[in-house]
């Protein structure tokens, strides 16, 4: 889906395009964008809730590592769901 | 709820048939704040007899309104008309809907928009402003839209919708007086940069309808338009556009109806400007006594009200749809087609070609092929032809 390389260094911003937030009504973080949402699971709304042009992979993996200290390292489902975020031009880079 | 049969209904109902009356959330609310509009579309979704609904809810009506469809969950808002631009309170409107957490939408003609105004909608919080077209070119939009300076005006407010930093769905509603200039028509929505495009054929409801011999464009004009889309898409999307087309067929060269409205009384809820809650935007003109929000709590609208239970679950089903193995996937298809067509809208949507009705969609396929284009024909939603539509 995507064609671009996502490194550690990478820093993704939202496409204003889409609003993230927290629906109760869906119990889950959804994307709006005009006439329509996506409901996102769980991992994807911890991943998109970081995403804020500012924080990079690396910081957001860290942060996540931080978070569910469990899950071990993070960082590959991390980079291969924001290529396909990317892929669905949910965020830049 | 189950079925007790009842004691003129002997016959025991075959497990097959639900009368489930389960719904889920009203996530889009589709809020008509007036029917006014300065276009005379002929083939405007509102109903024929607008102007027999005088009466519009005021600015607290319709918060009121708003909050109590985000209490039941839903989160698209949809500011329509008419023109929605005519409400003077628009901007509360819209700050209103925005604190509460909607995402909200402008649908608008663009007729009546500034720079200015779409700048202070954009700081009370209005997410998307959708422009409608009715051509690619001057000429036929004016004599579309009845208004000559409006083709202009909605090019500038189209690139100030851009400029502005909103995202921007435009939607052009095609016909056989546009189709055949669909190229034309994609060439400027990409060079205003849409992000999303609605290529709609016109559905035939309200004023279409009325005028569906001038509007119905024939097979080949369809096929035509809709390979020309497809070669774009693909053009546009090797390009690394991002550039979303949505090529909407009309139903009526279908041979199953579509899933309307993704059920009755599922996912979408429309209040017209008098305060009528209806499923779907055609729904008021069916025999079917619907309820005012002024008079009844949204939750019970949505919940328990008779309108919106009416065609839930399909123990009203007539055949061909009662034993039909599709039924729960087009729910029997669009009961306002079924209405304007055959007279009863417990009948199978007639695009259906299981539908002892469906020679009425066959015929009005073949007048395509031979109406000769000819505006002067068109009936134009205004004020005067809808006195001829009234009651009153």
């Given at each position: 889906m995507s064609d671009i390389e996502i490194t550690a260094a990478s820093v993704p911003v939202l496409n204003k395009m889409f609003r993230f937030q927290w629906e109760k009504a869906q119990n889950c973080f959804v994307l709006l964008y005009p006439e329509g949402m996506i409901q996102l699971n769980g991992p994807a709304g911890e991943i998109l809730g970081l995403v804020?042009?500012?924080?990079s992979v690396a910081a957001i993996t860290s942060e996540l590592e931080a978070k569910f200290?469990?899950?071990?390292?993070l960082s590959g489902d991390i980079i291969e769901f924001l290529g396909e975020a990317h892929g669905q031009h949910w965020i830049t880079l | 709820m189950a079925n007790t049969g009842s004691p003129c209904n002997a016959q025991p109902t075959p497990p097959?048939?639900?009368?489930?009356k389960s719904h889920g959330q009203p996530l889009w609310l589709l809020a008509?704040?007036?029917?006014?509009?300065?276009l005379q579309c002929p083939?405007?979704?509102?109903?024929?007899?607008?102007?027999?609904?005088g009466g519009e809810l005021t600015t607290q009506q319709w918060l009121d309104v708003f909050q109590q469809g985000r209490d039941l969950g839903a989160v698209q808002l949809g500011f329509s008309?008419?023109?929605?631009?005519?409400?003077?309170?628009l901007i509360q409107l819209i700050g209103g809907a925005h604190e509460m957490g909607y995402y909200t939408n402008l649908i608008t003609?663009?007729?009546?928009?500034n720079e200015h105004k779409m700048a202070e909608f954009q700081q009370a919080g209005l997410d998307h402003i959708q422009v409608s077209f009715?051509?690619?070119?001057e000429s036929v939009n004016s004599m579309l839209s009845g208004s000559k300076k409006a083709f202009e005006q909605k090019l500038k407010m189209a690139k100030e919708v851009k400029a502005q930093g909103y995202p921007m769905v435009l939607n052009f509603v095609t016909h056989r007086h546009n189709i055949d200039r669909i190229d034309r028509i994609i060439e400027l929505c990409v060079e205003l940069d849409a992000d999303y495009v609605e290529l709609a054929t016109c559905q035939y409801y309200g004023w279409a309808y009325e005028n569906v011999e001038q509007l119905l464009p024939t097979r080949a004009q369809l096929e035509r338009a809709e390979r020309i889309t497809n070669e774009y898409r693909a053009k546009l999307a090797a390009e690394g556009n991002p550039i979303k087309l949505i090529f909407v067929t009309p139903?009526?060269?279908?041979?199953r109806p579509k899933g309307c409205m993704n059920g009755w009384g599922q996912v979408f809820l429309t209040v017209t400007p008098d305060g009528k809650a209806l499923?779907?935007?055609?729904?008021?003109?069916?025999p079917i006594e619907f309820p005012n929000v002024t008079e009844v709590s949204l939750q019970e609208i949505w919940d328990t009200s008779p309108g919106f239970n009416?065609?839930?679950?399909?123990?009203w089903m007539k055949e061909p749809c009662r034993s039909c193995d599709e039924k729960d996937k087009d729910?029997?298809?669009?009961h306002c087609q079924a209405f304007m067509l055959?007279?009863?809208?417990?009948?199978?949507?007639?695009?259906?070609?299981?539908?002892?009705?469906h020679h009425l969609i066959e015929e009005a396929r073949e007048r395509a092929e031979a109406v000769v284009n000819n505006p002067d024909e068109f009936t134009f939603r205004n004020e005067r032809n809808s006195k001829v539509f009234a009651k009153s």
């Open positions: 804020d042009g500012e924080r200290p469990d899950a071990g390292d | 097959i048939i639900s009368d489930d008509e704040l007036t029917y006014k509009c300065p083939y405007c979704s509102n109903p024929l007899d607008f102007s027999d609904f008309g008419g023109e929605p631009l005519v409400r003077q309170d003609s663009g007729v009546g928009l009715q051509a690619s070119d139903d009526y060269y279908e041979e499923p779907c935007h055609s729904a008021r003109m069916l009416h065609f839930r679950g399909n123990a729910f029997g298809g669009c055959t007279g009863d809208m417990y009948n199978a949507d007639p695009v259906c070609a299981k539908s002892e009705h």
